[in-house]
């Protein structure tokens, strides 16, 4: 290096320094690797003139992480003529290294093609690059996210047949399941049970009391330690309509934990696997599968109208003690409830949910299902089922959930 050259990167740091005060050394970065060097006479910005990193995931687009931060105007930093080659650099790392190279103006920004699955970590410095080389003139800020969490299930192929029941006075499980095949049970419906069908008048008993709809939803492949480890707090849940409007009640309203007194049971049957249990009917690019009470159900233990065919009635049951043959499936780990007339009949929504943690971020990819109901009004009935085991005579409107795949 000539003398010339070593007095004029004096002087330009000297004038940086105008802008500064002496302090410590910078914070160590990781991501800001040896492309940066400390600033020799160990000057940063005053405190607090850049703050408040914050990186959230973007629930609309799982591949991008929005990055925002705090600061005071630029022009109070004392820049000088220096201003024009200084910069703020954001530093992402998903496994590979991202660069952004900012204005200081700027505010925030977003990285595209971000790993999902993993602890993402972003650094923020303000560099000044010259003709020896970029140079750190600040402390690093440094934030993280973890979304470790896959996305949530609206649904379950987990029916279970009931093979043997223990004695209670054993300290043996309480009953031994076999998997079954062909059935599917979508976490959709009205009240705990998901069934399919309403009525205005009270005297149809429903759980909860008032009757709601219901949205469930299990948790992905992960345990409650690696829930715990990301501090997992509920699912986002946002309804929209078909023409892609967010309807009121489902502006990304929260999930709560469930909790069931027993399994979703529904019914017993004595043959084999292949019962294609369904609560809802499925439309998979034209090939219709039908719901359960459309199937062979004579073994199930619940009365249905007599006057409901075509469409038929998803009945299911809550129930805590099972018996040999019970087909039973899992409740949801978390569920949200909407008011009993938020979808309108033979429109098309689509629901969608994600995994945020305590501090609202997100940290899961995005779950999606795509819902029509229709509804039939039966006139008055007589319905008997799991919380109405005396018949009762209701005005009764069926409604024909189908899951388009």
């Known amino acids: ?48 003139e850049i703050s408040d990193l914050a990186v959230a995931r973007d629930a609309d687009d799982e591949d991008h992480v929005n990055v925002s931060w705090a600061a005071t105007d630029p022009d109070s930093w004392n820049l000088g003529s220096n201003a024009y080659n200084t910069s703020l650099v954001v530093i992402l790392d998903d496994g590979d290294s991202h660069t952004q190279t900012l204005s200081l103006g700027a505010r925030k920004t977003t990285f595209e093609g971000v790993a999902t699955g993993t602890e993402v970590t972003v650094q923020l410095a303000i560099v000044v690059d010259t003709a020896d080389g970029d140079y750190l003139i600040s402390d690093i800020l440094e934030a993280s996210i973890n979304q470790s969490l896959t996305e949530p299930a609206f649904m379950t192929t987990d029916w279970m047949r009931v093979t043997a029941v223990d004695d209670p006075d054993t300290d043996a499980d309480e009953f031994a399941a076999d998997a079954m095949d062909g059935g599917t049970l979508y976490y959709v419906g009205y009240n705990e049970n998901f069934g399919n069908y309403k009525s205005s008048s009270s005297d149809l008993t429903t759980s909860p009391s008032t009757p709601r709809l219901r949205i469930g939803l299990v948790h992905g492949g992960e345990n409650a330690d690696a829930r715990d480890d990301v501090d997992f707090d509920a699912y986002i849940v946002r309804v929209t309509d078909e023409g892609g409007d967010v309807v009121p009640e489902g502006d990304d309203v929260a999930t709560v934990a469930s909790s069931y007194a027993g399994k979703l049971v529904a019914g017993t049957k004595t043959n084999g696997g292949d019962d294609a249990f369904r609560n809802v009917r499925i439309n998979d ?4 599968l039908v719901a359960m009470q459309n199937a062979d159900s004579s073994g199930l233990p619940f009365e249905a109208p007599t006057d409901v065919a075509p469409q038929g009635l998803s009945f299911i049951g809550v129930k805590e003690e099972l018996v040999v ?4 499936a ?63 005579s209701v005005p009764l409107v069926v409604t024909e959930f189908t899951v388009l795949k």
């Open 1 to 48: 290096m000539t003398k010339g050259t070593h007095l004029l990167r004096s002087a330009l740091l000297a004038l940086l320094a105008l802008a500064v005060i002496s302090g410590g050394s910078l914070a160590a970065g990781d991501l800001f690797d040896d492309d940066y060097a400390d600033c020799p006479t160990k000057t940063r910005l005053r405190g607090g």
């Open 330 to 392: 899992e409740p949801p780990d978390e569920h949200r409830d909407f008011p009993i007339d938020i979808l309108a009949s033979d429109e098309t929504y689509t629901f969608e949910a994600w995994a945020v943690n305590e501090d609202g971020e997100v940290i899961s990819p995005v779950a999606s299902l795509m819902v029509r109901p229709l509804d039939e009004d039966r006139g008055t009935v007589n319905v008997t089922d799991y919380k109405n085991t005396t018949a009762v």
């Open 325 to 328: 043959n019970n087909y039973y």
């Open 285 to 288: 690019g034209g090939d219709i």
